[in-house]
């Protein structure tokens, strides 16, 4: 299969600032992936902070509270914005690669007492069906070569470095934890080796207002 290409690239303002869009695809497959970056990336001496993000619609668009995804996108861009530089791939693997229908199935058998693995494998999956090895290939397109990585999971790190990214640093990236994900990801930490920190400030944070255990700003 032929690499993937850089296709277009446009000005995006954003809540979190003024980023670039790059379009990414696949000659053959047209399958598509995007990269906002912000800031001047081309000194490559200096690593730059990186999110590779994992495509979830119910989590990032639909702000599903069963995942920490939507959390985790908001945080990466604001931590980037407050550098002014850094790189967020957007890695159009929906439901760990399972595509969106299936992790909708694989939401239902978690609906039954199974947990995310348990689930994926029911369905005929592997625990996770992705491949991170693009995203390099997305980094060397971008110019990077070095990158501190926000990320908790380790087989992101491993393949960065494998293809030959130097992974300078992991920035950790606990947040959003709440009485609807708390359970994945601990079964993230147990089974697939995850680097999860249950962040008791942020815990099953209540609103003095409106008790809800949802990580939000209390209201006033
Ligand atoms: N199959 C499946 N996919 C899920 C489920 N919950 C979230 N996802 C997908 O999982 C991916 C995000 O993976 P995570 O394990 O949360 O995080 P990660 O990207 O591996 O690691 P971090 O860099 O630490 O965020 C996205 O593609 C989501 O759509 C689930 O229960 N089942
Ligand atoms: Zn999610």
Not at 195 to 206: A, G, Q, R, S, W
Request: charged share 25%; hydrophobic share 35%; glycine share 8%.
């Amino acid at each position: 299969m032929s690499k993937i290409q850089l296709v277009a690239e446009a000005n995006l303002p954003t809540e979190f600032g003024l980023f670039r869009i790059v379009g990414f695809e696949f000659p053959q497959s047209k399958k598509e992936h995007i990269a906002l970056v912000m800031g001047d990336i081309s000194d490559a001496d200096t690593p730059v902070l990186a999110r590779i993000h994992s495509e979830c619609l119910t989590g990032d668009a639909l702000h599903s509270l069963k995942c920490d995804c939507g959390f985790q996108l908001s945080t990466a861009l604001r931590q980037i914005s407050e550098e002014g530089r850094g790189v967020l791939i957007y890695h159009r693997e929906e439901g760990r690669g399972i595509g969106l229908i299936n992790k909708i199935r694989a939401y239902a058998l978690q609906d039954q007492g199974m947990d995310t693995i348990e689930a994926n494998l029911a369905l005929g999956f592997a625990a996770d069906e992705r491949n991170f090895a693009v995203c390099a290939d997305i980094f060397e397109l971008l110019g990077v070569k070095q990158v501190r990585l926000l990320t908790n999971n380790p087989e992101k790190i491993e393949t960065m470095r494998q293809a030959g990214i130097n992974v300078t640093e992991r920035v950790p990236l606990n947040v959003g934890e709440n009485r609807y994900n708390t359970g994945y990801l601990d079964t993230k930490a147990k089974k697939m080796g995850h680097y999860i920190i249950h962040n008791n400030e942020k815990h099953f944070l209540d609103c003095p207002h409106c008790q809800a255990e949802i990580p939000h700003t209390p209201h006033k």
